[in-house]
């Protein structure tokens, strides 16, 4: 059985940084598509940040420059590097994966950007 198991959530005031990591555990092999996606409360999931297998990455508009994905292939990890944080990134944070047709999400981590 395969699980996405996240951390680095938290807390922060505005301005801050936060890193967010997401290993993959159980035999999935490589993954070709990794991404984060957030959901603020009343509001729907959205993308956050897309790393693909080839080294593309694509972001939302309102993160890009402030956020950056990256990935460890060696040990089945992606993170997300927050930075400059405002109370609009506040949301819990989830992992995505997709690999041989089979789409995977982690549990989730709060995110709160606050004074």
């Known amino acids: 059985q395969v699980q996405l198991v996240e951390s680095g959530g938290g807390l922060v005031q505005p301005g801050g940084s936060l890193r967010l990591s997401c290993t993959a555990c159980?035999?999935?092999?490589?993954?070709?598509?990794r991404a984060w996606h957030r959901q603020a409360a009343g509001k729907q999931r959205e993308l956050v940040a897309v790393?693909?297998?080839?080294?593309?990455?694509n972001y939302a508009d309102s993160v890009k420059v402030r956020f950056t994905i990256s990935r460890d292939n060696a040990k089945n990890t992606v993170y997300l590097q927050m930075n400059n944080l405002n109370p609009e990134d506040t949301a819990v944070y989830y992992c995505?994966?997709?690999?041989?047709?089979?789409?995977?999400w982690g549990q989730g981590t709060q995110v709160t950007v606050a004074s």
């Open positions: 995505f994966a997709r690999t041989g047709g089979v789409e995977y």
């Open positions: 790393s693909l297998s080839g080294g593309d990455t």
């Open positions: 159980g035999s999935i092999g490589s993954i070709s598509y």
